[in-house]
């Protein structure tokens, strides 16, 4: 009887370690620090008409602009597990010209 005592002593024993040691590896990382990693940088253009007159007829004179706009892409990256929490973009600038 004292033998299937200690046995059953010894299963909750480990038992209740190995659930232990399983809680503590699904601890999530809460991502409270993070810092900015530079990606890369796109350019994006495209065209577009504007009015710049009206004709004697009464017709409107059109030029072409043509639209340049750089963007710059970054990640957000946590400090304590180092894994990638946001990925972003953000306009540095947008140059209108006409032609």
């Known amino acids: ?41 796109t350019f994006e253009t495209y065209t577009h008409y504007i009015k710049v007159g009206t004709s004697t007829s009464g017709k409107p004179i059109l030029a072409l602009c043509l639209v340049e706009i750089k963007w710059h892409h970054y990640n957000r990256v946590c400090n304590m597990c180092g894994k990638i929490i946001a990925s972003d973009k953000e306009k540095v600038y947008e140059l209108h010209s006409m032609h």
């Open 1 to 41: 009887m004292k033998k299937v005592i200690a046995l059953l002593a010894a299963v909750i024993v480990l038992a209740g370690s190995v659930e232990m040691t399983a809680a503590a590896a699904t601890t999530a990382c809460e991502h409270s620090s993070h810092w900015k990693e530079d990606v890369k940088d």
